[in-house]
């Protein structure tokens, strides 16, 4: 149940993406998601700094900065 709700939303956000980019709302978006993440652990930062957050924090800055780089 869990596999097939995955793939279907995975499949949605695909089109959705393929929208946005043929629209040109693609960076708007883009730049949207960045700031409610970053908004989040910025928030759970400043409640105290526990180990799995720091990972949680690298993994999303290394993924972002790949994002930029393509």
Avoid at 61 to 66: F, G, P, R, T
Wanted: proline residues 1%; contains cysteine; glycine residues 8%.
């Amino acid at each position: 149940m869990l596999s097939t709700l995955i793939l279907v939303t995975s499949g949605l956000f695909v089109v959705l993406a393929v929208n946005a980019a043929k629209t040109g709302k693609a960076r708007d978006l883009h730049f949207l998601g960045g700031m409610v993440v970053l908004a989040y652990l910025w928030f759970r930062a400043r409640q105290g700094v526990d180990s799995p957050l720091c990972s949680l924090t690298e993994s999303g800055a290394l993924y972002w900065h790949m994002v930029d780089l393509l």
